[in-house]
């Protein structure tokens, strides 16, 4: 008999399990080759049940809502395809490869691509190879897989939960709107909402630190060695990332005229997005700044046309050349601070190519300069150059960063010689410390009775040391003024007779910098590690009425290397630890 309670429960189970497993059993997978894929058509199958009972809930019906739209197209999704414009090895879903490249393939390494797993209803991609033909196949399959789950989504009543929403943020402008829509910070219902892209909001599309540079067909191409010192033209040039490279070509010079890579017009032609994405009104050209022309003696020229000129083969006899080759491409890409590109130049190295310069060596360079901004010139990058002054600052706080003067020239400078040696015509002439330099200078300073000791004091200390003395010195010609902690500090000494009850004036300045090569021994970088100041005073000289006494002021900079000797690579030499058998000698000993 039982419960008169359990036969609604009872009926509601099996409403809900006829109708997953009906929709499982009726909803059949849709096979079909290549990319080009049909819609599998929804047929639901239900078996009739007994009427329900008043006041049991209704299992949801295939058409009692609307069902959720997949948001990723999973036949164009591939998650195996990390090479641009190239096939990836056993990447079946890879749109770069050609039915060659899958006649190779000894497995897929994504067999199936699917889409969101929480929907009671999804779209997969299944790849798969067939081996048994000749060539062996890609064979691919777009069906619809059923979630046997009944934890999930069947009908989708609040659409903008499928997607990510920038929110409104409050201000005095939208605050009243803002309100009227919460109704008091508690949601309305659906039909009160409304979910609308304003046609005026700011496009957020920019480029970023690292991000191919898209034109608009596909890449701007950079081409760079890899693997070899061979050119591979696929790699892409990223923004913000400043290259200078150099590879070689293994070219027939007869089919010169054949191949891309080696004309003006590979390289002036692509158009550049403004920005990634954006190609209505937004393309920039790359415009030719100048050409020079390299002959067979290496003699350059500069042409006055920038027109694109196409390589040539040129026969005489039995010698072959080629014509208007490019060897060398500089591109200069001018940039805003929200991420896009204003201006793209380019310059060309032409030259011509015989069979003795085989295989060919190309040089590229590409470099990034942001608009209305001018380049800083540095001491060395990051070593120092030898002849470059030392860059130099001071910290007015602690936490902050490092102060320059916007003069390279000026922010480390000692007393410049003239031929007067007059010290107190000499005020404000200063020479710049130049790394690697040893300098010495100085002037001569006369003493009256007039003049007080204190006075003396400062108006040496003045001359010694010039206006705004800095506390550090950048250890490499590139630090960043931010990098407080990488800079070397100067340790300012003083020395002094002790001599009680006197009056002590210095009388020179000494600067010594040690300095030490850093990095690999085939292009060491020198780096700064300690800098002194060493001021160096004496006793105040006594002048006699009506006399004058002379004082010698100077002022020196030494540099010392303090680079440790390269070490071996092993700790102790190898030795030869081998024994002889004992009868190595017989018969002779």
């Known amino acids: 008999m039982g419960s008169p309670g359990l036969r609604p429960l009872l009926l509601v189970l099996l409403d809900c399990c006829a109708s997953v497993s009906a929709q499982a059993a009726a909803t059949p997978p849709v096979t079909t080759e290549g990319f080009n894929s049909t819609e599998a058509a929804w047929m ?42 190239q096939c990836d090895v056993n990447c079946c879903c890879d749109p770069d490869c050609s039915p060659v490249d899958f006649s190779v393939f ?15 209803s999804q779209k997969a991609a299944i790849y798969s190879l067939n081996f048994t033909a000749n060539p062996p196949q890609r064979i691919f399959k777009l069906v619809d897989q059923i979630n046997p789950s009944i934890f999930c989504i069947h009908i989708t009543n609040y659409k903008p939960a499928l997607s990510f929403i920038n929110p409104e943020v409050p201000d005095e402008n939208n605050f009243d709107k803002l309100m009227e829509t919460s109704d008091g910070f508690s949601l309305n219902s659906e039909s009160e909402i409304s979910f609308t892209i304003q046609s005026d909001a700011p496009d957020t599309a920019k480029y970023e630190y690292g991000v191919r540079l898209q034109t608009s067909d596909s890449f701007l191409r950079f081409p760079s060695p890899l693997t070899s010192s061979l050119c591979t033209d696929d790699n892409p040039a990223a923004f913000l990332v400043n290259q200078a490279v150099k590879c070689t070509r293994r070219i027939n010079l007869a089919q010169c005229e054949e191949i891309e890579a080696l004309g003006m017009a590979y390289y002036s032609s692509p158009k550049i997005l403004r920005v990634p994405g954006l190609r209505t009104k937004a393309e920039i050209p790359i415009t030719v700044q100048s050409i020079l022309m390299e002959s067979l ?14 390589q040539a083969l040129v026969e005489a006899g039995d010698v072959k050349i080629c014509t208007n080759v490019v060897l060398e491409v500089k591109y200069s890409l001018t940039y805003t601070d929200a991420g896009e590109i204003t201006k793209a130049d380019l310059s060309l190295l032409l030259g011509t190519v015989s069979s003795a310069m085989l295989p060919l060596e190309q040089k590229f360079e590409i470099r990034f300069i942001q608009q209305n901004t001018k380049p800083v010139p540095l001491s060395g990058n990051p070593g120092y150059v030898v002849g470059l002054p030392l860059a130099a600052g001071f910290q007015p706080q602690k936490g902050s960063g490092i102060i320059q003067t916007m003069n390279r020239y000026g922010q480390l400078t000692i007393l410049r010689s003239t031929a007067e040696k007059d010290c107190l015509a000499l005020e404000g002439i ?22 007080t000791c204190q006075l003396a004091v400062q108006k040496v200390k003045s001359l010694l040391k010039g206006h705004g003395f800095p506390d550090y010195v950048a250890p490499f010609g590139n630090s960043r003024a931010q990098d407080v902690l990488d800079w070397v500090p100067i340790h300012f000494i003083t020395q002094a007779p002790h001599v009680k009850d006197s009056c002590q004036l210095p009388v020179a300045l000494v600067i010594e910098v040690k300095w030490t090569k850093y990095g690999s021994l085939l292009n060491p970088q020198a780096k700064i590690v300690n800098v002194t100041a060493n001021l160096i005073a004496s006793s105040f000289p006594e002048t006699n009425s009506g006399n004058e006494r002379t ?18 690579g092993f700790r102790a030499r190898p030795t030869i630890n081998a024994k002889l058998p004992f009868n190595f000698f017989f018969p002779f000993v």
């Not at 004082?551 to 071996?568: Q, R």
């Open 430 to 451: 200063r020479t710049p410390v130049l790394f690697g330099y040893d300098m010495q200078s100085g002037c001569k300073l006369r003493l009256t009775k007039a003049i």
């Open 551 to 568: 004082v010698l002021i100077s002022t020196a900079v030494t540099f010392v290397d303090v680079s440790a000797p390269a070490e071996a």
């Open 297 to 310: 003696n290496k003699t350059l020229a500069r042409l006055e046309d920038t027109d694109v000129l196409n």
């Open 106 to 120: 000894s497995a897929c390494s994504v067999p199936s691509v699917t889409g969101d797993s929480q929907f009671c």
């Open 44 to 85: 639901t199958l239900r078996p009739a049940l007994s009427p329900r009972p008043p006041g049991t809930p209704k299992a949801p019906g295939p058409f009692s809502g609307p069902r959720p739209t997949p948001v990723t197209d999973v036949a164009a999704l591939c998650v195996c395809d990390l090479s641009p414009a």
